[in-house]
């Protein structure tokens, strides 16, 4: 038994050395548009992100974050023709890199972002999110990120999940404007309660969240493929650290731990996901088409043939968003022994 666990940390030990490896050669894909690290202060929370077209949704993100605490951004445009580079290159508190390379071949553009944690992330918080990505976490309506990051300092964590919440409309999809600097948690309030499954995954310690619209609404036959809801966004970084998948999955296996085995609560938020706005059909039909996603982009193909046969996801059991207290009397999060 002590031989299969040698042999099992053995293998993950040089998983994380060809993925550190794989990240040094992608980014000689990424070109620097503008670089402001230089101005990083030593205690600045960094917000890390990978987008293409998604210059209407930027002005609110990063009002959003900078309310949060974050104190710079670090930005991997990938070949976006809508104006969104030059707006990201205009922020004061913005670095930005741009690259045409694949998307798919650089997993996901997690290379290209490991590669940026660990030139400018070590021995810093970090925070890795898409732009349609709101973090919540306790206490985010009355303290600042850096409260959250302080106690989990002293408390000697390195990691924090968050769970991802689909959010949507009451109507139709394709229905609901959104306008640019517009809250989208304004026009999509609505949210899936329950309909979870979870697991563990055996080889890297982490949960394993599915359900939800998407997966009721566009996976109904085959749930075990519905996207993946766990995810571990905000992470003390340091160079011996590598995402996996996406953010889904960390190495070393400690970072994913995020939860207890002995029966205690520990801490954890959301990430409300504002996928479903009236851009969404489009970008479905877009990434469909790119296959630059996962599995030949099957989950936007999905998107687009459950869009045309239904294009609303609300439901009668739909719950309307208020706040972060509400998650977690639903057990979506919980405050743990932070007080």
């Not at 299969?4 to 992608?26: D, N, P, W």
């Not at 650290?241 to 996406?246: A, D, E, M, Q």
Request: aromatic fraction near 14%; include cysteine.
């Amino acid at each position: 038994m002590r031989l299969v666990g040698l042999l099992s940390s053995y293998k993950l030990r040089l998983e994380r050395k060809k993925r550190r490896v794989r990240a040094l050669r992608k980014s000689r894909e990424l070109n620097g548009v503008v670089n402001r690290t230089a101005d990083l202060r030593a205690d600045d929370i960094l917000l890390f992100c990978t987008l293409r077209n998604e210059r209407v949704r930027l002005p609110f993100f990063m009002e959003y974050y900078r309310n949060l605490g974050v104190g710079h951004f670090l930005f991997v445009d990938n070949g976006s023709d809508d104006g969104s580079r030059e707006y990201l290159a205009e922020q004061s508190d913005a670095s930005v890199w741009g690259t045409t390379a694949s998307y798919k071949s650089a997993h996901f553009g997690m290379d290209w972002l490991n590669w940026l944690l660990s030139k400018y992330g070590h021995d810093r918080w970090t925070l890795v999110v898409d732009v349609d990505e709101f973090f919540v976490y306790p206490f985010c309506d009355t303290r600042p990120l850096a409260a959250l990051t302080d106690w989990l300092d002293s408390s000697k964590v390195r990691s924090f999940a968050a769970m991802l919440v689909d959010i949507y409309p009451k109507k139709s999809v394709n229905e609901t404007e959104y306008h640019e600097g517009q809250n989208p948690m304004e026009v999509a309030e609505y949210f899936d309660a329950g309909n979870y499954m979870i697991s563990r995954n055996k080889k890297y310690g982490n949960l394993w969240i599915q359900g939800g619209p998407r997966a009721r609404a566009f996976f109904p036959n085959a749930p075990e493929r519905a996207p993946a809801l766990n995810k571990i966004p905000l992470v003390k970084w340091s160079r011996r650290n590598i995402y996996v998948s996406s953010t889904h999955t960390l190495l070393p296996r400690g970072l994913n731990m995020t939860f207890s085995e002995t029966g205690g609560e520990m801490a954890s938020g959301c990430l409300m996901h504002a996928k479903f706005l009236n851009s969404f059909e489009a970008k479905a039909e877009e990434e469909s088409k790119r296959k630059q996603h996962f599995a030949d982009s099957f989950e936007y193909k999905a998107y687009k043939k459950g869009m045309r046969q239904n294009p609303s996801l609300w439901c009668k059991w739909s719950e309307k968003y208020i706040n972060w207290r509400q998650l977690e009397i639903l057990g979506l999060m919980s405050k743990g022994n932070w007080i």
